[in-house]
């Protein structure tokens, strides 16, 4: 009887270690799942915002062709220069802190964070060195090496959906 005893409380705690395993396994996968979800939430906040505000539009229509308007202060105020660049520090924010990853950045906001940086008239009364700008400068920066790496995929690939859609996710 002690050898049966000793059987079955063997399997007892080997069945017992399996769904403490699983339970392990399933807690650890709905983790990344929330977790991807939260990067999800927060990529899109970004994005809603970047599309629902009519000014930030106009502002980045503007950059694109770095036209003349962005250095008149009537045109464009320095509050208004601010918020966008405000708004692409968060954009950073998130890129540093794993909320946004690299690809995604650069696929979605980094046009437009170089466009900004090029733009002579958007910085012409900006102190770009001020260093209340190094976190945007430093995204700016990261998202010129995305590009760079970006497009020697593109060479690589010869499609550039075939190596972003293998980047890009949540």
């Known amino acids: 009887m002690n050898t049966t005893a000793g ?6 705690a080997t ?8 339970t392990l396994i399933r807690s650890m996968h709905e983790y990344v799942l929330q977790g991807r979800q939260k990067r999800s939430e927060a990529f899109f906040a970004l994005r809603a915002r970047l599309k ?3 000014r930030m539009v106009e502002i980045l229509r503007l950059i694109q062709d ?22 692409f520090e968060e954009v950073a924010l998130m890129l540093n ?13 980094g046009y ?6 090029d733009s002579g008239n958007f910085w012409s009364n900006i102190e770009r060195a001020d260093p209340y700008w190094a976190l945007f400068n430093t995204f700016a920066e990261k998202m010129n090496q995305l590009e760079v790496e970006m497009c020697r995929r593109h060479d690589s690939h010869g499609s ?4 972003q859609s293998k980047t890009l996710r949540f």
């Open 7 to 12: 059987v079955v409380s063997a399997c007892a």
């Open 15 to 22: 069945i017992g270690a399996l769904v403490a395993l699983g």
């Open 52 to 54: 629902g505000d009519a």
């Open 66 to 87: 770095d036209d003349p308007k962005l250095a008149d202060q009537e045109e464009v105020s320095y509050t208004e220069k601010y918020e966008v660049l405000g708004y």
């Open 97 to 109: 802190s794993g909320v946004v990853r690299p690809a995604v950045a650069w696929y979605m906001f």
């Open 112 to 117: 437009y964070a170089l466009r900004l940086s």
């Open 160 to 163: 550039s959906a075939v190596a």
